[in-house]
């Protein structure tokens, strides 16, 4: 599969970010174009489109605007997540800081879609800074050319949009903590239902979209949604930005049709494994994807191939780790990052994240015991599905799977106090660690 | 999310000082006062609030706490609350240069460690601790969403991206 540009059609020029760059590509016609429909009319194309979301979920996004109910009594929302704090994800990074007017115009179509009242947000983490004030400037420009403000086109809409910048918490992320966190609080998820959709941000019914998901909107406008499902297969289509990192020799953003082989975007487009090894193992979708074996990776990187083969397309994060990454240590390092994150509202997750880490550490240094695999195995078992949000499940993903794939590694380093010969342990054991 | 550290003021009871009063300068006044123009509610303005004022002193200090919060009809204890909930804002002063070196999987693989590491072995600090000149703060922050350069070292509001040992040598000379 050879890759394409569509999102990215713009990144490579001079300035791409500026407004008269992207007005010379066709820019802002899809959402004039867009404002002169109806409602309804944009949310069928985009339901044709069969576009799902990139923020991880997948969810059917037609569907998703669809559910906004007409006569709410607070106004309706659209909310940004550009949060982009999955590990092994900086994809929307690219959009947001190289083209960004992409982003502004298929906001304008989503709020138009969705009637949204005239102000939305683009959540975006705080580290993002740089992000953040090109998004500011795009959002000036956009406004002093009458594109963002009252009477958008002559349509009779008025819309604007504010940066709202997070702090520094992966579970803002999380769309229920991100409303919370928009609203002035501490990131922490809502229980569900009432669903964002029927009651969200500031008691309204909101949409909380990716950036990703919200750059494809315009090409659906412009190229209709045949063009979009030409990209990809039925159920998984459209451009699709894959980020690869880890032990790669070229890592980075690429863009592919929905669902490139997992194996041909690592040899062929990634040019391999740094130093000609051998792989280990494969993260296809952000640190909270379990992990595929080298034997697994030949498939479709889409929601469903995916799904299939036990794991999760979630953010696209891949993440390839080569024969001397000790898996342990690996695992290691991402339960530290879920015990970090997770929020604490909830016991499971609080708790059952720390002594995953602590066990996980354990093994590392050299003490742990013989059960304490399968010690993991119950205690991810008491997480996943006894959590409020979605951060308990994705925090057990690569325990469970390196667990049942890697058991022989584990019990390695029971039985002889240190990790596999030719794997490495890149910390030192004797450093300060952070308390979290 | 993070706990307290043992030398924060507020674990000391610390309360915020009368005799030191803070308050925004023009300009961050100006930019707040345009917040609250963004939002439905004067609550949402709490986050970017909190930013102008970490901007302005390096810090989130008591004595801002309780100011943010008469800004905001806040009680202190909301706003604290926000405050220790989230990473970025530094609830005790840190250096001029504030680096964060990310050892997410991306970043650990690629040995970003051995950045923090030495990092931590030449400024001799101890995660979140500040040379006594005042220059540097040290400490690990998880993923930066920006894998594709690991390792990636933040220093303030910048990413150093390609990182190295000799890299960060040659940075460390160069912030002065
Ligand atoms: C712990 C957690 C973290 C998440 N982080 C992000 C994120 O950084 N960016 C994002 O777009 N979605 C993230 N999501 C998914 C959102 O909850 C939500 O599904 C998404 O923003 C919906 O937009 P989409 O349909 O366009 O993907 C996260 C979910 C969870 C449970
Ligand atoms: S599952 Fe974890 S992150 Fe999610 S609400 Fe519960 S404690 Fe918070
Ligand atoms: S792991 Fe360091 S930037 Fe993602």
Known sequence: ????????????????????????????????????????????????????????????????????????????????????????????????????????????????????????????????????????????????????????????????????????????????????????????????????????????????????????????????????????????????????????KKPGVYEFPMGVNLKELIYDHCGGIVGDRKLKAVIPGGASAPMLKPDEIDLPLNFDAVMKAGSMLGSAGVIVLDETVCIVDAVWRLSKFFAHESCGQCTPCREGTNWMESILDRLERGEGRQQDADLLLDMADNIGGKSLCALGDAAIGPVISSVKKFRDEYLYHVTNKSCMPGTTRYRRLDMPVAAH | MADLHPDNPYAKDRFADPSKKVEFSPEAKKKFDWILTRYPTKEAALLPALHLAQEQWGWISPETVHYVSELLDLSPATVFGVVSFYNMYNQKPVGKYHLQVCTNLSCMVTRAYDIYEHLCEKLDLKPGETTPDGRFTVGEVECLGSCNTAPVVQVNNDYHENMSVEKIEQLLTNLK
């Open chain 1, 1 to 248: 599969m050879e890759p394409i540009k569509v999102l990215t059609a713009n990144v490579d020029k001079p300035n791409s970010k500026s407004i008269e760059v992207y007005l010379e590509g066709g820019g802002y016609e899809a959402a004039r174009k867009a404002l002169q429909m109806k409602p309804e009319e944009i949310v069928q194309l985009v339901k044709d489109s069969e576009l799902r979301g990139r923020g991880g979920a997948g969810f059917p996004t037609g569907n998703k605007w669809g559910f906004v109910p007409k006569n709410a009594p607070k106004p309706t929302y659209l909310l940004c997540n550009a949060d982009e704090a999955e590990p092994g994800t900086f994809k929307d990074r690219v959009i947001i800081e190289k083209d960004p007017h992409l982003l502004l115009e298929g906001m304008i179509i989503a709020a138009y879609a969705i009637a949204s009242n005239p102000m939305a947000y683009i959540y975006i983490r705080g580290e993002f800074h740089y992000g953040s004030t090109v998004l500011n400037k795009a959002i000036e420009e956009a406004q002093a050319k009458g594109f963002l403000g009252k009477n958008i086109f002559g349509s009779g809409f008025d819309f604007d949009i504010t940066v709202h910048r997070g702090a520094g918490a992966y579970i803002c992320g999380e769309e229920t903590g991100l409303i919370e966190s928009v609203e002035g609080h501490r990131g922490q998820p809502r229980v569900k239902p009432p669903f964002p959709a029927v009651v969200g941000v500031f008691g309204g019914p909101t949409v909380v979209q990716n950036v990703e998901t919200l750059s494809c909107v315009p090409f659906i406008i412009s190229k209709g949604p045949d063009w979009f499902k030409s990209f990809g297969t039925p159920k998984n289509t459209g451009p699709k930005l894959y980020c690869v990192s880890g032990r790669v």
